[in-house]
């Protein structure tokens, strides 16, 4: 299974509906994912019954983190939204009680939901986040892919089912623990014959000219020039290949979609270059 989700991280429902018109116009399979600036907009909950009326797939990307009681509740509320999300995400830094706490408000909202069970996904350690930043900033004295399995241990046992991983530690997530369903956030795609990485950035090293050059790090071949820096907030990035070739099952992509002039187009030359 080797699914696209398009990240409808845009300013206002009214775009991000002139967006998903074009993929129900063209019937071209993706998903939409719905994070907390949409959903809070005062017609946030139109545009979900909005996506899913037009017969997508939805991921609810809300990242609840709280005590288990709350999230609970607010997993109950979620699986019921408009014509009920696919797919909502929690933190497992929440812990084990309040995973399993979202697990049982997921199945309690299914009562009141005419569609299929809504599969809950626990994010690991944001994209945004790299080994500095986890051992400088909030002192986490650990490898971040050792961070990163510990968390997914407790979403496994949990019963989750699934996680949001950068595509660096999905090869170790896949080894370890080969039944969860598995996220890469931060994808890009090429932009020429000889990058195998986006433009999102400049490596003030190389100045482009090894931009292309890839190394190998924790098992999963598609890192560069380690002064190469992104313009966004992403640090830990791969492409499309690197993802799925390293046991991911979803990839999200945001910015290349939606601020492309086709983004049908867009997203039919990624399919078919997997």
């Not at 071209?28 to 909005?50: A, C, M, N, P, Y």
């Not at 890192?223 to 190469?228: I, K, L, Q, S, Y």
């Not at 990839?251 to 983004?263: A, E, F, H, K, L």
Request: aromatic share 6%; proline share 3%; charged share 25%.
């Amino acid at each position: 299974m080797k699914e696209i989700i398009v990240a409808l991280d845009l300013d206002t429902p009214v775009e991000a509906m002139e967006l998903v018109k074009k993929f129900r116009e063209a019937k071209e399979d993706v998903w939409f994912k719905v994070g907390s600036v949409l959903f809070t907009h005062k017609h946030g909950r139109q545009l979900i019954s909005r996506i899913k009326g037009g017969g997508f797939k939805l991921m609810l990307d809300l990242k609840y983190h709280d005590i288990p009681n709350t999230v609970n509740k607010a997993c109950k509320n979620a699986a019921e939204i408009g014509i009920s999300a696919d797919m909502l995400t929690v933190h497992l830094s929440g812990g084990l009680a309040m995973l399993e706490a979202a697990m049982e408000g997921v199945r309690a909202g299914k009562r009141y939901s005419t569609s299929r069970l809504c599969k809950v996904f626990g994010i690991s350690i944001l994209t945004s986040i790299d080994q500095r930043i986890l051992n400088e900033e909030l002192n986490i004295d650990m490898e971040l892919s050792t961070q990163v399995d510990t968390l997914v241990g407790l979403g496994d046992k949990a019963g989750i089912d699934g996680i949001v991983c950068s595509a660096h530690e999905t090869e170790d997530v896949r080894r370890e623990h080969p039944k969860l369903k598995i996220i890469n956030p931060g994808i890009r795609v090429k932009d020429c014959g000889n990058c195998k990485w986006p433009d999102a950035g400049t490596c003030d090293h190389c100045a482009g000219e090894n931009f292309g050059h890839t190394t190998e790090i924790g098992g999963t071949h598609g890192w560069h020039c380690e002064n190469w820096k992104p313009k966004d907030d992403q640090k830990r990035i791969a492409t499309p290949k690197v993802a799925f070739d390293a046991g991911a099952n979803f990839i999200v992509m945001g910015r290349q979609v939606y601020q492309n002039p086709d983004p049908v187009k867009f997203i039919k030359e990624v399919k078919s270059n997997l």
